[in-house]
């Protein structure tokens, strides 16, 4: 019976992430092309990150509402039709970054759903519920432009709208009855906890890994033209397409159910330890080789590993009526490390030896903060 319904689990994690492969992709290149604003894209990508941090709240709903909360999530596909009637950038990526609030609110709840009976093994309940996760990403992404061919901008629109709707209407179904008391308080904080050296060593993973991500797309997109040289340049953005995102789509959903396995062995902090090191050793082999070699090393599925330990810490050792709170903060700090990106992108620009910089320093002090919570 649990397995079937993890199963079921998995599926609205699927269409989660089938939804913002579609947003993602799309949203990117609309701005660019049909709204001729391609320097708003960075707004965009700021404002994104900035609502997620409203997933502070979401125990606070959860509270008040009970499993109702989850449903909140499915509005978030009202801003994103009313922006499809919005020409004006800035005020379109206003309007759409909504989404990501309202999304944000409810989240939370859904995973904190799939921890609702689980005493142990919180590595493998999570890669389970998270194992087409990546897969989704990847089709959305792809599903977009087949899309867009078909109908135009507006059925794309609607295709986005009607996936977050899904998801948390699924969620709100699965979502047991009895949820936490909502006379309760939310006994989790962070002092307590002992959670925020963790969380603060969260944030400068994150925005290790997500200037990894910006720079090395710039240099991904250089060794493919290198290795193809003589293809025309539309095969060249299909082979972009490829190998920045759908390969290692297909490659997640291993790591994914690895990832459990390993995390409930040799514990969550061990884990992600482990996969900051990984961050900072790929990304110095990626800036200073060429050829097909960075093109692999972009490959590698590190990000399964770092996902499912921090889920997983933080479902141990919080409460059971907690964990929603818990799992809010972890997306918050998540968006404080996405926005810390925004102000050092200029200084950064695409140099890859000066983003280095950054990476190491941001993934030594994420993982001398990690190892002093582990030795104490």
Not at 126 to 132: D, G, K, L, N, R
Not at 213 to 232: H, M, R
Not at 247 to 270: C, E, H, K, M, Q
Request: aromatic share 14%.
């Amino acid at each position: 019976m649990f397995k079937d319904k993890m199963s079921t689990y998995a599926a609205v994690a699927f269409v989660n992430t089938l939804g913002w492969g579609v947003y993602y992709s799309f949203t990117r290149r609309y701005l660019v092309d049909e709204l001729s604003a391609g320097r708003v894209v960075m707004l965009l990508a700021g404002l994104e990150w900035g609502m997620s941090m409203a997933s502070l709240f979401a125990a606070l709903l959860e509270q008040r509402l009970g499993r109702k909360s989850i449903l909140i999530g499915g509005l978030s596909s009202l801003p994103i039709v009313a922006s499809s009637f919005i020409k004006e950038p800035y005020a379109f990526s206003a309007v759409i970054s909504f989404s990501s609030l309202l999304w944000a609110l409810s989240w939370p709840s859904v995973v904190s759903s799939v921890f609702q009976n689980v005493t142990g093994e919180y590595g493998k309940t999570y890669s389970s519920f998270t194992v087409a996760t990546g897969l989704g990403l990847g089709v959305g992404a792809l599903l977009s432009g087949l899309v867009y061919k078909m109908g135009g901008a507006f059925l794309v629109f609607l295709l986005i709208a009607l996936l977050f709707a899904t998801t948390f209407v699924a969620g709100w179904a699965l979502s047991p009855a009895e949820r936490a008391n909502r006379n309760s308080r939310v006994e989790w904080r962070l002092r307590s906890g002992g959670l925020t050296a963790f969380l603060t060593s969260l944030t400068l993973i994150v925005f290790a890994r997500e200037m990894f991500f910006a720079v090395g797309a710039v240099k991904l997109s250089t060794s493919i033209d290198e290795l193809f040289p003589q293809v025309d340049e539309g095969t060249r953005y299909v082979l972009y397409g490829l190998f920045y995102g759908f390969i290692g789509s297909l490659i997640t959903p291993f790591a994914r159910l690895v990832s459990g396995r390993v995390v409930d062995r040799y514990g969550p902090l061990n884990v992600y330890i482990a996969s900051g090191a990984s961050y900072l050793v790929t990304y110095w082999l990626f800036a200073l080789t060429s050829g097909i070699v960075p093109v692999l090393l972009w490959l590698v599925p590190i990000y399964p590993f770092l996902d499912t330990s921090v889920y997983s810490y933080v479902a141990e050792r919080s409460g059971v009526n907690n964990r929603t709170h818990g799992f809010g903060q972890v997306i918050f700090f998540t968006s404080l490390g996405g926005i810390l990106l925004l102000p050092a992108q200029p200084l950064v620009g695409s140099n890859t030896l000066r983003a280095g910089c950054f990476i190491t320093a941001a993934a030594l002090s994420s993982m001398l903060i990690a190892y002093s919570k582990s030795r104490s």
